[in-house]
T-cell receptor
Framework: AAGVIQSPRHLIKEKRETATLKCYPI?????VYWYQQGPGQDPQFLIS???????DKGSIPDRFSAQQFSDYHSELNMSSLELGDSALYFC?????????????FGQGTRLTVV | GNSVTQMEGPVTLSEEAFLTINCTYT??????LFWYVQYPGEGLQLLLK?????DKGSNKGFEATYRKETTSFHLEKGSVQVSDSAVYFC???????????????FGQGTILTVHP
């Protein structure tokens, strides 16, 4: 079965550079979520999209932006990167959001800022 | 706001031992509760879930019961295997409608290591 695809899997950037992370949800899923997981930390919700519209916002820095495109894939754009942005970034997708909706997670993009 | 608290880890057990990982939560309304597992280098996988009080989620020998009176969702397994070694996250999602149903608040995670 198709899963959530994230690219790239690994990314190394220097401070003050820009990074773009991509997420391809499971086909027919209409909702995408982005999470940030720092070393030894629990995943923290960043932002979500439903039917290509931003639906909820969490602890996402102003330096970050995201969007969902007409084909439902999503991109997380990160500018002026800081050392503290080094983390594992997960994308998750779901369909027909309801109580107990299961979110399917991708394998994540490991971003290292040097 | 919503929050989830897991027992301090890591947990180290011998194969076939009994496992309990405690999880308590704070939330308004009637959240749904989940346990996710993360294997090294992998994403999060749903292990089990419960959507209302007294529901029991179960999968692969793991169980957890939604206890509203104690705001808890403890994970248990009667006999662990080496292959169960992973990080386990307790999580909840809200009931405010829309994408709040899928937005997860996670606990700190518990590292489980099972030795032969």
């Amino acid at each position: 079965a198709a899963g959530v695809i994230q690219s790239p899997r690994h990314l190394i950037k220097e401070k003050r550079e820009t990074a773009t992370l991509k997420c391809y949800p499971i086909p027919r899923h209409d909702t995408v979520y982005w999470y940030q997981q720092g070393p030894g930390q629990d995943p923290q919700f960043l932002i979500s999209f439903y039917e290509k519209m931003q639906s909820d916002k969490g602890s996402i820095p102003d330096r970050f932006s995201a969007q969902q495109f007409s084909d439902y894939h999503s991109e997380l754009n990160m500018s002026s990167l800081e050392l503290g942005d080094s983390a594992l970034y997960f994308c998750a997708s779901s369909f027909l959001v309801d109580r107990g909706t299961e979110a399917f997670f991708g394998q994540g993009t490991r971003l290292t800022v040097v | 706001g919503n929050s989830v608290t897991q027992m301090e880890g890591p947990v180290t057990l011998s194969e076939e031992a009994f496992l309990t990982i405690n999880c308590t939560y704070t939330a308004t309304g009637y959240p749904s509760l989940f346990w996710y597992v993360q294997y090294p280098g992998e994403g999060l996988q749903l292990l089990l879930k419960a959507t209302k009080a007294d529901d029991k989620g179960s999968n692969k020998g793991f169980e957890a019961t939604y206890r509203k009176e104690t705001t808890s969702f403890h994970l248990e397994k009667g006999s662990v295997q080496v292959s169960d070694s992973a990080v386990y996250f307790c999580a909840l999602s809200g009931d405010a409608g829309g994408t709040s149903y899928g937005k997860l608040t996670f606990g700190q995670g518990t590292i489980l290591t099972v030795h032969p």
